[in-house]
């Protein structure tokens, strides 16, 4: 039961991507255009980088290379890493 006075809606603020909202909400960009989810979380864009923003599309996640590391752990980094 999101929204009510005996229990606030809960936002959780995750430290790298979007925050998770109790659905369903509103949101209205800065444009002023509403934007609508029932769904049970949503998952609100903060890096911008969304295709489908206000809501988050995952595209806050960093690209991973073929050999499944992220593209700042390889090369140059790599080579001068001491284990
Ligand atoms: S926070 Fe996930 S795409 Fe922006």
């Given at each position: 039961m999101p929204n009510a006075a005996e229990?606030?809606?809960?936002?959780t603020i995750g430290p790298?991507?979007?925050l998770?909202?109790?659905g369903p909400v509103e949101v209205v960009?800065?444009?002023g255009t509403v934007h609508v989810s029932r769904r049970f979380t949503v998952?609100?864009?903060?890096?911008?980088r969304s295709r489908t923003y206000p809501w988050c599309?995952?595209?806050?996640r960093p690209r991973e290379s073929r050999r499944g590391r992220p593209?700042?752990?390889?090369?140059g980094e790599e080579r001068g890493a001491v284990s």
């Open positions: 229990r606030p809606r809960r936002v790298d991507g979007p998770l909202v109790e960009a800065d444009d998952a609100v864009c903060t890096c911008r599309d995952t595209s806050h593209p700042s752990l390889t090369g």
